[in-house]
């Protein structure tokens, strides 16, 4: 009877392709390819006959990573939505069990394997598995293990697991100490987190995986042991703070308040207060010393509020600590108060610590002590101020604290202490010979406040003695090696007060000794010469005044000798006045000599008011003409107004001609027109009409119509006034030529320079000067072109009439814009109205009176009242001044004006004016 067998599955038995892989297998099972070709094919196969066929492949091939990793991963994601207490997740445990059998060195597998134990939440059994992990894989894979299991100790809760686990890291990765310093720090196991800190910080070569710099890790590890002293058994704190404090000098301030802060939770107060105090007492910053100092003050504040709340306690601690400390409320105020009072002193103490020879502070310092009546410390602050301070890196001047440190025992009436203390003060090195001069002239001056004058000037001629033969070594020569005392007596302020001393308390002789010692040994200035001078004056020896004048001029140079020379020349002018003309004349002429240009004015003032009050007119009036040509261009306007006043007032306005013509050639461009103005405004007055024309037209060459109209405008009223239809067209077209001339020279300055940047400076200097020089000759030209086409037809002061019979045809008549013909037909208008509107006709110049300011001051009046006295005209002028207001003939005028003006410079005032 044949044996019964098992029936098959239907759907285990291959059908179709799979047949085909079965038959393959069947002659090759340790294929792994076909087992992943098999494996993908039957990919929508139910996961059974997956399984089935997993583990026949693993069955033939347990050493495949591939079909492991596979079978384990689709294995994890068919229970992911299950409950971990399923029995599918032991199931798969145990896969991973036989997996590492033959998997035991691939960290892959068994980091799915501790994850997978993690999400179940199996910690002993997780511990196993990353220790065995570790057993199994090299050394060099460890670090990947390590990263999981350090994550999976932090995650659970249970600390010492987590201690054990991180000593055990730190032996393979020392570096990583920073991360288990955090973790004991979040639970609180302050000791061995200072502790391991201390000891990475210890190690040179130890480097942050944080980014953090040494410092920040020793602040951090003062902290720690400063907030929780208590619970710091292993280490010395106060030696860590300290090393730190030498270590860290930017951050004292609140390493020393950390380092009080540590013994006062320890409770140990009185330690802190001298952890307070030697911080208060070292500090070099204000800052630092801020922080300490208001930490210190709440210190001592707090402790008065536990005191207070203590005694109002009804339930008191027989053993409480503060009674042990044996500290009353008083006793704490006092130690408030005493504090709050020092810190002004303790600041100073700060400041002179950052730099001892601040000689601010140190007076400072004294004043604090000065305030609390503290003579005692007031003595000690000045002794320790001038042997500290070095008078070559004082931040000040070092010899007002000797000199203070003087005057301070001297105002408690111990003159022989302060006499020592400025002798001991004149031997010291001194940065200047001023410092070492002021405590002389200091000890002088005490001496002369308690009446001693002998001894001020015994004082002052110690100070200022120095051999003949060292003088004369010294003089011309400066020897920075020699020291101050040896250079003391070139001090001029130090001779001064040995002067002022001599004149007020000795005799004229001393006196004029130590004047003539200062002038040997060239110690004096322009003042004390001046002084010296006066002294004498007074003492009516004025011929020796006048010698220390001569050496003063003599001795120094412009600008230091200005008042040398005024003060001579006054002196001597005063003295003499008019006895000794020819010596002031020499005098004058000396100083104009050594006077630069820009100076002279005022000397040329006093000459021309010294010639003026004793010499002749004719000198003042030639003093004028000198001074207006050699001063300043800028000043020379006003000085030749002056010389105008002058001559008018001495000769008549008359003689005032050649002085505008020749002030029209030596003012600055810019004040022509206001000469212009007032030389035209004369000759109007005195009727000469074609003068004053002439004059406007030089006049109104150089100023541009766009922008200074004052004297356009001027001449256009002028013209209304006196002129004729022929002379205003030629104002008309006189001053559309000068706007054309500035306007292209505007555009050709302009076109010039930017030309000329590409070519160089130099070559933009020549440039500029040729084409200035070529378009001064080209208004030249033009002008006296429109001089010589000028009409002459009219008479000085005529209008010329045009009749009413009907218009006159003007064969020269010039083509004119709108805006010309305008402005003609305004003049017209303007004619008409003067006329009545009669027509115009040809008016007569009414006759005037010449006012008696034409002849000066030599007018004479005759019986009946008639002024007879001929005055010709100035170079250059036509008009005869009489009774009768006629002018002369064009004829006259312009042969006059070649015969006296044919010679002058074209373009000039004087060529212009008939």
């Known amino acids: 009877m044949a044996e019964a067998t098992e029936e098959v599955p239907s759907s285990l038995i291959p059908e179709g392709e799979a047949v085909v892989y079965e038959e393959e297998l069947l002659a090759n099972p340790y294929s792994v390819k076909l087992w992943l070709r098999y494996l993908q094919v039957r990919a929508n196969a139910p996961f059974s006959q997956r399984k089935l066929l997993y583990e026949r492949a693993l069955k033939a091939l347990p050493g495949s990573y591939k079909l492991w990793n596979m079978y384990l991963a ?16 032991e199931a798969l445990n145990n896969t991973f069990e036989r997996a590492l059998v033959f998997m ?81 720090a979040k639970h ?72 009080a802060d540590y013994f006062i939770r320890l409770g140990h107060f009185e330690k802190a207060r001298d952890i307070f105090e030697e911080g208060i007492n070292t500090v070099i910053t204000v800052r630092d010393f801020s922080m300490i100092f208001d930490a210190y003050t709440q210190f001592e504040e707090t402790m008065i509020s536990a005191k207070m709340q203590d005694d109002e306690s009804e339930n008191q601690q027989a053993e ?48 604090i002590f000065e305030e609390q009546d503290n003579p005692e410390k007031v003595i000690k602050a000045y002794a320790e101020a001038v042997q500290t301070v070095d008078p070559i890196k004082a931040d000040g001047k070092p010899h007002t604290l000797w000199v203070s440190f003087a005057k301070y025992y001297e105002d408690n009436d111990d003159l022989d202490s302060a006499r020592d203390i400025l002798e001991r003060a004149s031997k010291v090195e001194f940065r200047s010979v001023e410092d070492l001069a002021t405590v002389w002239c200091e000890w002088a001056e005490m001496e002369l406040r308690h009446d001693e004058f002998e001894k001020a000037i015994k004082v002052l001629h110690k100070a200022t003695y120095v051999s003949d033969r060292v003088a004369r070594a010294s003089l011309g020569k400066e020897n920075p090696n020699l020291s101050v005392q040896q250079r ?43 002084n010296y001078a006066h002294m004498l004056e007074e003492g009516k020896y004025f011929e020796e005044s006048f010698k220390v004048y001569e050496k003063g001029v003599n001795s120094f140079e412009w600008p230091l000798s200005k008042e040398l020379w005024v003060a001579y020349l006054s002196k001597f002018v005063k003295r003499y006045e008019g006895k000794k003309m020819e010596r002031a004349r020499d005098l004058f002429e000396q100083a104009l000599s050594k006077i630069p240009e820009r100076e002279r004015r005022a000397i040329f003032l006093m000459y021309a008011k010294f010639e003026e009050d004793f010499g002749l007119v004719k000198n003042t009036m030639s003093v004028y003409e000198r001074a207006c040509k050699e001063i300043a261009p800028e000043e020379r ?76 405008k001027l001449w256009h009223a002028f013209e209304v006034r006196h002129g004729n239809e022929d002379t205003f067209r030629d104002m008309l077209r006189m001053k559309r030529s000068v706007q054309l001339q500035f306007s292209q020279a505007h555009v050709n300055a302009t076109d010039a320079a930017m030309a000329l940047m590409e ?26 072109q429109s001089m010589a086409d000028a009409p002459s037809e009219s008479t000085g002061g005529d209008i010329v009439a045009m009749s009413n019979e009907g218009p006159v045809n003007n064969n020269d008549e010039i083509a004119l814009d709108d805006d010309e013909e305008d402005e003609e037909e305004a003049t017209k208008v303007a004619l008409e109205k003067a006329d009545d509107g009669k027509g115009l006709k040809s008016l007569a110049i009414a006759e005037k009176s010449i006012p008696s300011a034409v002849y000066g001051g030599f007018v004479k009046v005759k019986a009946g009242g008639a002024i007879s006295l001929l005055v010709t005209c100035a170079a250059g002028g036509g008009g005869s001044a009489g009774s009768s207001g006629s002018v002369p003939q064009p004829e006259q005028v312009r042969r006059r004006r070649d015969e006296k003006g044919g010679g002058r410079r074209a373009g000039s005032v004087q060529g212009m004016i008939p």
């Open 74 to 89: 689709e294995r994890k994601d068919r229970i992911r939505h299950k409950c971990v207490t399923d029995p599918a997740f």
């Open 104 to 184: 035991h060195k691939m960290p892959r597998i068994w980091l799915e394997y501790t994850k997978f134990l993690q999400l179940q939440r199996k910690v002993t059994k997780t511990r196993h598995a990353y220790d065995r992990a570790l057993r199994s894989l090299p050394i060099t894979q460890h670090d990947k293990i390590w990263k999981q299991y350090i994550a999976f100790a932090k995650q659970s809760n249970v600390p010492e697991m987590a201690y054990r686990i991180f000593r055990r890291y730190m032996k393979l990765n020392p570096d990583s100490v920073e991360e288990y310093v955090n973790y004991l």
């Open 188 to 259: 609180e196991q302050w000791n061995e987190a200072a502790t391991l800190l201390a000891q990475a910080l210890n190690k040179e070569s130890f480097v942050s995986k944080h980014g953090k710099s040494k410092h920040q890790l020793w602040l951090e590890l003062c902290d720690m042991c400063t907030k929780h002293a208590q619970n710091i058994t292993t280490l010395k704190v106060e030696p860590i703070v300290r090393g730190a404090l030498k270590r860290f000098t930017d951050d004292v301030g609140r390493l020393w308040t950390s380092l």
């Open 320 to 367: 409480d600590d503060l009674d042990i400390e044996g500290d009353d409320l008083e006793l704490r105020l006092a130690r408030l108060q005493y504090l709050l009072d020092r810190r002004a002193e303790l600041l100073c103490s700060v400041r002179l610590r950052q730099n001892p020879h601040n000689v601010h502070e140190w007076h400072r310092r004294v004043k």
């Open 488 to 530: 003391l007596w070139k001090s001029t302020k130090l001779w001064s007060m040995y002067a002022d001393l001599e004149e007020s308390l000795g005799t004229l002789e001393s006196t004029k000794a130590v004047y003539e010692r200062m002038i040997d040994l060239k110690v004096v200035n322009p003042q004390i010469l001046i």
């Open 637 to 712: 306007y006003d000085l030749y107004i002056q010389y105008i006043n002058k001559a008018s007032e001495y000769f008549g306005i008359t003689k005032t001609r050649p002085i505008y013509e020749d002030a029209m050639q030596h003012v600055p461009d810019s004040r022509i027109k206001d000469v212009a103005v007032k030389y035209a405004e004369l000759e109007q007055t005195l009727g000469e009409i074609d003068r004053a024309r002439a004059i406007y037209q030089y006049g109104c060459q150089h100023c541009d119509p766009g922008k200074d109209e004052q004297l356009w």
């Open 759 to 784: 070519q160089g400076p130099a070559a933009k200097r020549q440039r500029v000067s040729n084409d200035m020089e070529a378009l001064e000759r080209q208004m030249m030209q033009e002008t006296m």
